[in-house]
Structures are given as C-alpha cells and as structure tokens.
C-alpha cells in the first residue's frame, strides 16, 4: 500500500460516518466518468496522422516477416518458462 494512501485512510477514520458516505458517494462518482472525455485529442486519431512516424522501423525489411519473428520470440520465451 502506498503512503499517499495509508495517510487518506488514517484521515477517513477521523471522519464522521455520515462524512465518510459521502466520501463514498463522491468517490464513485468519479469512477462512473470515463477516462477521457468525448473531444479529447487522445480519444480519437486519424491512421494518416501517424503516416511517416518511425519511417526506419524496420528498415528495410517485410513487415510479415518482422512480425513472424517477434511471434517466434514470444513462443520461444513461454516455451522457455514451463
């Protein structure tokens, strides 16, 4: 447990039982709003926005052939871990 949350729990012990349901109440509020809100930038992108973005990623490469590869490390690695 962090030691942010250990010092709000030692304070929510001081609080009154009817000022703890509202805290409660107050903090579910907050989880039923989504993470992001409908006009954010991160919410929705266009594909042609990341057009050229790391251009030498697979320098040269055939991208099937590079995901084969990442596909065969992974197998190779939970092989590994049995």
Do not use: C, H
Request: proline content about 6%; overall charge negative; charged content about 30%.
């Amino acid at each position: 447990m962090s030691p942010l949350l250990q010092e709000v729990l030692r304070q929510v012990e001081q609080l009154l039982p009817a000022e703890r349901l509202e805290l409660v109440q107050k903090v579910l509020e907050g989880l039923k709003k989504p993470n992001f809100p409908e006009n954010s930038t991160l919410a929705k992108r266009r594909v042609s926005e990341f057009y050229g973005i790391a251009p030498n990623l697979l320098e040269g490469r055939d991208a099937q052939e590079w995901v084969n590869e990442l596909r065969d490390e992974w197998s190779e690695r939970e092989t590994g871990w049995s």
